[in-house]
């Protein structure tokens, strides 16, 4: 795990950071992360992810928003960065992420283990 835990950490250094509209979580659904990913974040009860699945948030989600912020998954990072995956509000940072990177992380992702957030 700790060759994963490095592609991660390289990977995050790489996607750009930008303003979310306060109080917004449309990107904010279920998403699957790598088993790596998932090791970082709180466990959560089975009643939790059923009340997610609900709404179709992610588990998460709080009132305030991602209470996972700081360790969000590599897709979570993504929303917003590139053309594929825009913001449904228009935000955007300065400069997209570069393709190499985007591919690097969409091959990361379809190479590694997912499990539903």
Known sequence: M???RNIIARLRERIPT????EGCHDCCG???TSSEEMSRLPVKTDA??????EHLNCVHLGPNG???????????????????MPCPNGRRPE???????????HHY???TRQVLV
């Not at 930008?18 to 509209?21: D, G, I, K, Q, R």
């Not at 991602?66 to 990072?77: A, G, K």
């Not at 400069?95 to 992380?105: A, F, L, N, S, Y």
Request: glycine share 2%.
């Open 66 to 84: 991602c209470t996972v912020y700081d360790e969000r998954p590599l897709i979570c990072r993504l929303f917003g960065t590139t053309p594929r």
């Open 30 to 32: 279920p998403v699957t």
């Open 95 to 105: 400069v997209m992420i570069d393709t190499k990177t985007e591919k690097q992380i």
């Open 2 to 4: 700790d060759a994963n």
């Open 48 to 53: 939790e992810h059923e009340a997610a699945w």
């Open 18 to 21: 930008f303003e979310c509209v």
């Open 109 to 111: 992702i379809a190479n």
